[in-house]
């Protein structure tokens, strides 16, 4: 099945403790994001890329580091995190070279920083 | 970067049909336009998609006029189902060149019985 897998769906960590949220897709797509979303604020993209070891700031890039060393995965690092990185996330690919194709979203991590 | 305005939220009995609006007055010339719609605890799906006039699928008609200022989500006869939070996307989908894709507010859909 076609499909972005996120791990994990719940995180609870402490401020200052590194953690990774990893990011999947098994459909050869060259096209990867991570979007927050917080309550009356939509969802806002953090970092994207357009392939392997190509990675650009979205909207909120600060306090997350991303990385693309293989084309089906992109991980989504926080070195320090702090309590406004509270936040469900979210990880979506699409083809790059596709026109018009749409953004194909995994499930979710729902991250709590206390 | 085309900045998207949509009702924050939006009521409908069953069996209605829905429009829903965006306003984008900054949309460019290589910008698409994607509606997707997102249930709890889930990420965002895919709707529709549509550059100018009209397009239709099997869940939803997209109408966009002439000057692409605005586009109108259209859900025929809704049921309890579509309950669900909408999302209006305006950006070049071929790849974005090295501009994010940012998503508007979204307009929550509650069906009513």
């Known amino acids: 099945e076609a499909q972005v897998t996120q791990n994990p769906r719940y995180l609870i960590t402490v401020t200052g403790k590194k953690l990774t949220v990893t990011c999947s897709q098994n459909m050869n797509h060259e096209y990867m994001s991570w979007y927050r979303q917080d309550p009356g604020l939509g969802l806002r993209q953090i970092y994207y890329?357009?392939?392997?070891?190509?990675?650009d700031k979205g909207d909120v890039p600060e306090g997350y580091k991303v990385s693309r060393k293989e084309k089906r995965n992109f991980p989504l690092i926080l070195e320090s995190p702090s309590p406004n990185q509270t936040s469900l996330y979210f990880c979506?690919?699409?083809?790059?070279?596709?026109?018009?194709?749409?953004?194909?979203f995994g499930n979710g991590t729902r991250l709590t920083v206390t | 970067l085309a900045k998207t305005t949509q009702p924050i939220s939006m009521d409908s009995y069953e069996g209605q049909e829905v429009n829903i609006t965006c306003s984008h007055n900054?949309?460019?010339?290589?910008?698409?336009i994607t509606w997707y719609q997102q249930f709890p605890s889930q990420g965002p799906r895919f709707i529709i998609q549509?550059?100018?006039t009209k397009v239709t699928n099997e869940v939803a008609s997209l109408f966009i006029p002439a000057d692409r200022k605005s586009s109108t989500l259209s859900l025929p006869r809704v049921s309890l189902s579509d309950t669900a939070v909408y999302y209006c996307?305006?950006?070049?989908?071929?790849?974005?060149?090295?501009?994010?894709?940012?998503f508007g507010k979204g307009t929550r859909l509650s069906v009513i019985a």
């Open positions: 890329s357009m392939n392997v070891e190509v990675t």
């Open positions: 900054n949309i460019a010339t290589n910008d698409y």
């Open positions: 979506a690919s699409r083809p790059g070279s596709s026109y018009n194709s749409p953004l194909h």
């Open positions: 549509g550059y100018k």
């Open positions: 996307l305006v950006g070049d989908v071929r790849g974005g060149g090295n501009t994010p894709l940012v």
